[in-house]
């Protein structure tokens, strides 16, 4: 094998805001183009990058086993209950801010740009009182020691296919997909499905803070999805259970039953936050 580096828009351009990148695709589009080229075979993805529509000509090919899905606290040894009242937290994304707003509305979020190294720097340099970072991206860079909280789904509902990976191929190169089928792993798949019908059936992308919670066990799924207003005075969540081999239906249904919850009032809202740096879901 052949390791093709692809650099992206979210990549190269660290300073720019997000959302004035284009928001979705910008972490996935310029790999894309290098499959469909044929400059590469394949794509590897964080599954929470990609755009819940499908590239035409590509597909999705595998879904390995999936990572730790939490969102994690680094904060210097301290936790959330322990951060002083207009404690900085370092985020660009709205579902962080809004699900954390939900629990301290005494604290100031701040965007953040960078890799995860960068970021840590910038913390421990004082730019920011603390950060809420994905806990696999950590783990897999071999920083779990920064983590200083773990938050559970009760607290914040991680993104859509946080901690998964999303291996795309082209769609009429059946050998290549054959091979990266013996990388599938089914329940992760299935998680990824039912997450990413529940974006597509809140109608947003990357930039909405909502967020959801996927359990398998044996043959059944257990969904938990949220919505929040930005400022986290407004949280609907609701929860299903049902056949994990009928993924995509139950979060069309889980997303269904929060927009007649409440949630399309929120979603709604949403508009007044609009100008406020609402940035897409960082990586």
Avoid at 14 to 25: E, K
Avoid at 54 to 59: D, K, R
Avoid at 261 to 274: A, M, P, T
Wanted: aromatic share 2%.
């Amino acid at each position: 094998m052949e390791l093709v580096l692809v650099e992206s828009e979210g990549d190269r351009d660290r300073a720019t805001p997000l959302a004035a990148l284009g928001g979705t695709g910008v972490f996935t589009r310029k790999i894309q183009e290098a499959v469909l080229s044929g400059s590469a075979d394949l794509a590897v993805h964080s599954a929470k990058d990609l755009p819940t529509g499908q590239t035409p000509e590509l597909v999705l090919a595998a879904v390995p086993a999936r990572g730790p899905r939490e969102d994690v606290l680094v904060a210097g040894r301290r936790r959330l209950a322990d951060l002083p009242a207009g404690s900085r937290i370092g985020t660009s994304s709205p579902r962080r801010q809004a699900f954390l707003a939900a629990l301290r509305n005494d604290l100031v979020f701040e965007p953040v740009r960078g890799n995860v190294p960068t970021r840590i720097r910038k913390r421990a340099e004082g730019e920011y009182d603390a950060l809420v970072l994905a806990r696999a991206g950590l783990e897999r860079l071999g920083l779990a020691r920064e983590i200083d909280q773990v938050f559970g789904p009760e607290m914040i509902l991680p993104a859509v296919g946080q901690g998964a990976l999303a291996v795309e191929a082209r769609e009429d190169d059946r050998q290549l997909r054959d091979i990266l089928a013996g990388t599938e792993s089914v329940p992760a798949r299935r998680e990824v499905e039912a997450e990413r019908a529940f974006l597509a059936t809140l109608g947003g992308g990357c930039h909405l803070p909502a967020g959801i919670w996927s359990e398998t066990s044996g043959d059944s799924l257990v969904l938990e999805g949220g919505v929040a207003l930005p400022d986290g005075s407004r949280v609907v969540r609701r929860r299903v259970a049902g056949a994990a081999d009928d993924a995509p239906a139950l979060g069309h249904r889980l997303a269904e039953e929060l927009l007649a919850s409440g949630g399309r009032e929120i979603l709604q809202e949403l508009s007044r936050f609009e100008g406020q740096d609402r940035l897409p879901e960082e990586p």
